[in-house]
């Protein structure tokens, strides 16, 4: 009797071979070297009330995209950049309805998928430099508010769905990196939202009704810096969100309804993490209704899959050698009896393989190596003089890994 490990090793190989025959004739091959400053500025001021504002600033030194509708597409992607992608957003003003801000910076970029076929994704990024993200938002007054601000060295995403993809990637970076959100408002009417994210090298991959195998390389250089920040101040909050993630390396995979897995045995995913990791988010509210969330997340290394209804595998080596930190404070007072949370939480090395398997009996299993070299600390505050409840969590983990299945 052929074992499982066999004929799911023996389905990817022909698999591969496969789809190297069947989309000979679409195949191609990227080649991109960024030798010079990247920088997108965008500023917008408002005098007035205005129903709806949107400010949006973007700065990538390479990007790379293969995408087809349907049918079978291969790739391969080399991209190089050596310089400084700098993206800054300013939305400053009176007041509005709606306000959204959105500010992306990174290095290098790839984006490949296909639907009804089989999507092969060969790519190898290195980045150096740095990477700037920085938003600032200064707005009287707003019913909703929305801010996203994102600095990563190396991405690349893949999605097929009724199909096959096939994604294997290498990302280096030695590059800084800095992400920050500086927000100063009166108030706003129902909730007010403000994330930042700061990362070395992030690969990720979505499927549906599709098998999904996938392997990474990923390594950040010692000496460098990742470092997420959130600021906000208001005078009247209400339902306020305030959050950082900063992470060195992270490889993704969200599956649904088919064979799902984030390395191989033999071949695992691979994360070597050497940079100093550094998550931040700070939140002063004069007066808050509703909930209110400081939150800072830091990692060194984050391997996560999780799937739908199909057997699951992970097969991780995480090495982290950088010092990992977060802090999170949260300063205010409630008189209508609102909630505040404040969360921090840093880990060396996190795995995670996640099967929901209702209606059907998927297995999670493979191997995970985790070794920890490098300081962990999170730390937490809350000073609430008035408010109906407070819970604050502060959490450091050298190394976390599981395995779980989820359902009957």
Wanted: with cysteine; net charge negative; charged share 10%.
């Amino acid at each position: 009797m052929i074992s499982k490990k066999t004929r799911i090793s023996t389905l990817l190989a022909l698999a591969m071979s496969a789809s190297t025959i069947a989309i000979a004739q679409e195949a191609g091959t990227i080649d991109q070297v960024q030798m010079g400053d990247v920088w997108s500025d965008m500023n917008v001021y408002v005098p007035d009330y205005t129903p709806e504002v949107a400010s949006t600033s973007t700065a990538v030194g390479n990007a790379a995209a293969a995408v087809r509708n349907s049918g079978d597409i291969t790739a391969t992607v080399r991209q190089d950049f050596n310089a400084s992608a700098t993206a800054t957003n300013s939305l400053r003003g009176y007041s509005a309805d709606t306000a959204v801000s959105t500010t992306t910076a990174y290095g290098n970029a790839i984006t490949s998928g296909t639907d009804y076929g089989t999507n092969t994704l060969w790519g190898t990024q290195t980045a150096s430099g740095t990477i700037t993200a920085n938003s600032e938002m200064e707005l009287l007054g707003t019913a909703t508010v929305s801010s996203a601000t994102t600095a990563i060295a190396n991405v690349s995403s893949s999605d097929n769905n009724f199909g096959t993809n096939i994604a294997d990637q290498t990302q280096y970076s030695s590059a800084n990196v800095r992400a920050e959100t500086d927000a100063d408002a009166c108030c706003d009417g129902y909730y007010a939202s403000y994330a930042t994210v700061a990362g070395g090298n992030a690969t990720s991959s979505t499927g549906y009704t599709s098998s999904n195998y996938n392997r990474a390389l990923q390594k950040t250089e010692a000496g460098s810096t990742i470092t997420g920040v959130t600021d906000v101040y208001m005078n009247d909050g209400t339902n306020v969100t305030a959050s950082t993630n900063s992470f060195g390396n992270s490889a993704t995979v969200n599956n649904e309804w088919g064979y799902a897995t984030l390395g191989l045995e033999g071949a695992p995913t691979t994360q070597v993490n050497g940079a100093d990791v550094d998550a931040q988010s700070y939140v002063t509210l004069d007066h808050w209704s509703g909930f209110a969330t400081s939150s800072a997340y830091g990692v060194g290394n984050s391997a996560l899959i999780s799937n739908i209804g199909s057997d699951t595998a992970i097969y991780a080596d995480q090495t982290n050698d950088g010092t990992v930190g977060s802090q999170a404070s949260f300063t205010g007072q409630s008189w209508t009896g609102g909630t505040g949370i404040v969360t921090s939480t840093a880990i060396g090395n996190a795995a995670t393989a996640t099967v929901c398997n209702y209606c059907s009996d998927g297995a999670v299993g493979g191997q995970i190596n985790q070794v920890n070299n490098g300081q962990t600390y999170a730390t937490g505050s809350a000073h609430v003089a008035y408010g109906g409840a407070v819970y604050g969590s502060a959490t450091a983990i050298g190394n976390s890994a599981t395995l779980q299945s989820i359902g009957d």
